[in-house]
């Protein structure tokens, strides 16, 4: 079954950086967009960014020339490079399989269960 397991989070001061990593298994990583998710408190999940199989990226506005995200395919791996973190970052943030725009994204079974992100002096 698929597996995602984020790593990384934890509390930084504004301005600070984070590397969230995902490991993933039970499919061929290689064949699949991947996102990373993110959810605040009292609030719905965005997508933050995600990337196609030839390791193209897409970001939301709010994180454009802050954040990268980036595969290993090899490794099976994830990545989200976060700089410049602001308080409005403060969030859940999900490895997801699928892009933003599939049915995979909608299924549950394809998303992990979250690192923390909290961004505060």
């Known amino acids: 079954q698929v597996q995602l397991v984020e790593s990384g989070g934890g509390l930084v001061q504004p301005g600070g950086s984070l590397r969230l990593s995902c490991a993933a298994s039970?499919?061929?990583?290689?064949?699949?967009?991947m996102t990373w998710v993110r959810q605040a408190d009292a609030k719905g999940p965005e997508w933050v960014s995600y990337?196609?199989?030839?390791?193209?990226?897409a970001y939301v506005d709010s994180v454009k020339g802050r954040f990268s995200i980036s595969r290993d395919n090899a490794k099976k791996a994830l990545y989200l490079q976060m700089n410049s973190l602001r308080p409005e970052d403060t969030a859940r943030y999900f490895c997801?399989?699928?892009?933003?725009?599939?049915?995979?994204?909608?299924?549950?079974?394809?998303w992990g269960l979250g690192t923390q992100v909290t961004v505060s002096s």
């Open positions: 990337i196609n199989t030839d390791a193209n990226a």
């Open positions: 039970g499919f061929t990583f290689s064949n699949y967009y």
């Open positions: 997801v399989r699928g892009s933003p725009f599939s049915t995979y994204y909608e299924d549950m079974t394809n």
